[in-house]
């Protein structure tokens, strides 16, 4: 059986990081499926997905990773043709990715204890957002 | 319902972009299911797939990417044994990673306005290429 | 019809690469599913999961990109609050990624001739994993 759903978000931008890891678990307790996978997904090319300890020192250091090894402060191709001002973002969330599919077994995500999703904005203005939540499972 | 589905792709090798996005929405249409989720998935150790803004600006920054943090021309452990010279080709696929789970909902893909599917081929000579797609849906 | 399975592993943590594409070929020959998908999930948020050509050349050039993008041997935020030195280990998981989906097809995974499944362990210890397989098919 599928069921879709969603997760909106306000984010200021700028690698904002999110912790959803309880709307998550809330969409999938709505959902009634027992097992089976949910399919987070980010309808956005500045915007990606991942897990992480979510504590303020682990976000930090995975930020400045990507300040390091793509800079705000460069020049970019994306910027020099649609002066929008956020080719790092594309370019960073194309390398962490716009999807993350995790299993639930017994109702419950099969995430460690200090393991969180998060979703990180890239963008360089605040937004809202709206996460697709694809489950499926019986 | 389960239905597999896949793409050929003729690729120049040498982070070559291909956007597959609509390729991919025909065989969704084909498989007449109308909800659900798409695996894309290489089957290849030297090309990998994400989403960005599909122009040659958002392109070429993230082939700069690759080629700083993973350049082609330096030694490789893998060129020193093998002598097939991409080594930084296995280590680009192998981060950026070979499968990609799209949502779909009312028989369309989930994707954002600007965002494309894109199949990276960084392999160093032209190859022809299949991507196999698992869909699974109702 | 969704059937969930594991796989035991012993790892020396430090960037110990395994390759887990035998036993995940086992897990679902064992399921009697012929088609689907299998998502593969570390419940771990200092491991990550990716494919590659699994041999010593290709394991060491992905192994030399982490330590030179995160190397281990300078000051992260959360080292400093957490004193458990595995800072580095953090953002490597968050940036390879902890779920991994692969279609099979008539039984059989499809992974390239040259492609293996890998678990790579960035803890700074050895430690024993469990991985989720969460089977969708029929």
New interface residues.
């Given amino acids: 059986?599928?069921k879709?759903g969603s997760i909106q978000l306000s984010t200021r931008g700028n690698a904002d990081v999110k912790d959803i890891t309880t709307e998550i678990a809330r969409v999938i307790n709505q959902s009634e499926l027992r097992?089976?996978?949910v399919?987070v997904?980010?309808?956005?090319?500045t915007s990606a997905l991942?897990?992480?300890?979510y504590?303020?020192?682990?976000v930090?250091?995975?930020r400045?990773?990507f300040e390091?090894?793509?800079p705000r402060g460069r020049e970019?191709?994306?910027?020099?043709?649609?002066h929008d001002g956020n080719?790092?973002s594309?370019?960073r969330?194309?390398?962490?990715?716009?999807?993350?599919?995790?299993?639930f077994?017994e109702g419950r995500l099969?995430?460690?204890t200090?393991?969180?999703v998060?979703y990180i904005d890239f963008d360089v203005r605040s937004r809202n957002r709206e996460l697709?939540l694809?489950i499926?499972?019986?």
Avoid at 50 to 53: C, D, L, V
Avoid at 93 to 103: E, F, K, M, R
């Fill in positions: 059986m599928v879709t097992n089976g996978t399919t997904f980010c309808s956005s090319s991942t897990t992480i300890e504590e303020s020192g682990c930090n250091d995975l400045r990773l390091e090894i793509i970019y191709a994306h910027n020099a043709k649609w080719g790092h594309h370019v969330a194309a390398l962490l990715g716009p999807s993350l599919t995790i299993p077994v099969t995430l460690g200090w393991q969180q998060i697709v694809q499926i499972g019986e």
